[in-house]
């Protein structure tokens, strides 16, 4: 479970996100919503520990992070706009480098051609990162998230610049994520068709401080 109790979140000396309360139990997602400016990508940064909170806590299975920081950072997968590659490795070479990192390599290896192939871009193993588009090379970065398989995923706009058919695909990853308990707080402008079910939401309004 991933809560956070009166989280203000600051750019500079303008509050951005102001006494956010939320709270995501084990197997569940929440999709945060809001206009641009509205602070979406500022309070996943500070979920993610990438951005120090103004004032709140925020706790992840009922341990604040900052009290243990290398769990928190051990079970988390955290994806921003930038993909976060080496554009001079290929593709393969990248996922293994993240394995390095700390994901299960066996897994990753086991898993890597079948994940690729489900993701549309097996045929791209060999090629540098610099030489696909960007709609490929997020596409990796989801195949990435996905091999890593850590419990709670942390996601910025997770199928910007991938097509219809990628979106599906990702949703479905969402959908195995959570059935295995996985936990999900991601941003979104466009629809994710995830078990609404499992899913909550939280709409953001642009801050006027």
Partial sequence: MLSARQLDVMRGRRTIVAGVDLCVDDGAAL?????????????????????????????????NVRDDPARFRFDLAYLGHADGFNGELTV?????????????????????????????????????????SQGQRRRVALARLVLTHKPLWLLDEPTEAID??????????????????????????????????RTRHLCLERSAA
Avoid at 102 to 119: K, P, Q, V, Y
Avoid at 164 to 189: P, Q, S, Y
């Fill in 31 to 63: 999709l945060i919503h809001g206009a641009n400016g509205s602070g979406k990508s500022s309070l996943i940064a500070a979920l993610a520990g990438l951005l120090p909170p103004a004032a709140g806590d925020v706790s992840w299975r009922g341990v």
């Fill in 164 to 197: 219809e058919a990628g979106a599906l695909w990702f949703a479905a990853c969402i959908d195995d994520h959570l059935r295995e308990n996985g936990t999900l707080v991601a941003t979104t402008h466009r629809p994710l068709p995830v078990d609404a079910a």
């Fill in 92 to 132: 393969a070479e990248n996922l293994r480098f993240a394995a390095l990192l700390g994901a299960n390599a066996a897994r990753m290896n086991e898993r890597m051609n079948e994940t690729l192939d489900r993701a549309g871009v097996l045929p791209l193993m060999h090629t540098r990162l610099n030489r696909l």
